[in-house]
């Protein structure tokens, strides 16, 4: 006894002691762990069909939006706006050539106003068209030659012309048959509509 007395007096010990004590407390107050079991545990990601049926959904969703919008529908109609676009271009610089000489300018060959991408003059070198444009497709069109849009004028006097582009969609509110009396182009136009404009 007189020793147990004598080691309380070293305060390090009575630490040691007294922290083993609180400890042995400490774990009594912990709850049982079957407590724990009943905890639903955390998911940390997607089973494998919650994926599959992810990637069957977007499958679907981007079909949708192919059929919707059809992107050859939507490169035709944009092929076909600059088609248009490009006639009215060149009807104004066919005009001023009128305005300036009395009369429409002469084919260079047969269907072609000018070789496309080339400049529009007229006498005296007068420029009408730094750069006369050529079909989306360029040569590949199978229209006309080149790459260009179809020109016919009057053989007569050259007093009314016509321009024909070929148009890629045959759905086109803008599309008309080949004008009668315009002679005939190189090649063919596979959707059978043509974009014409002629003098005003």
């Known amino acids: 006894m007189e020793e147990k007395k004598v080691l309380w007096h070293y305060p390090a010990l009575r630490a040691i002691f007294s922290l083993r004590n609180n400890i042995k407390y400490s774990f009594r107050k912990i709850p049982s762990l079957k407590y724990f079991n009943t905890i639903a545990p955390l998911k940390g990601g997607f089973t494998l ?14 079909t ?4 919707v919008l059809n992107p050859a529908t939507v490169l035709g109609r944009s092929a076909d706006a600059r088609r248009k676009s490009d006639l009215r271009s060149i009807q104004g610089a ?3 050539y009128r305005s300036d000489n009395g009369k429409y300018p002469t084919a260079a060959s047969s269907g072609i106003l000018v070789n496309c991408a080339g400049a529009f003059t007229g006498p005296g070198g007068q420029v009408y068209s730094q750069k006369i444009p050529c079909d989306p497709k360029g040569t590949s069109q199978a229209f006309n030659s080149g790459g260009n849009y179809y020109y016919y004028v009057d053989p007569t006097n050259q007093a009314y012309y016509y321009l024909v582009a070929c148009l890629q969609l045959s759905s086109d509110s803008d599309g008309v048959a080949f004008p009668a009396g315009a002679g005939a182009p190189s090649g063919s136009c596979a959707s059978g509509k043509y974009f014409v404009t002629q003098n005003p």
Not at 49 to 62: A, F, M, P, R, Y
């Open 64 to 67: 949708m939006l192919i059929v």
């Open 94 to 96: 066919l005009e001023l």
């Open 49 to 62: 069909i919650e994926l599959l049926v992810v990637v069957g959904i977007l499958g679907i969703l981007s």
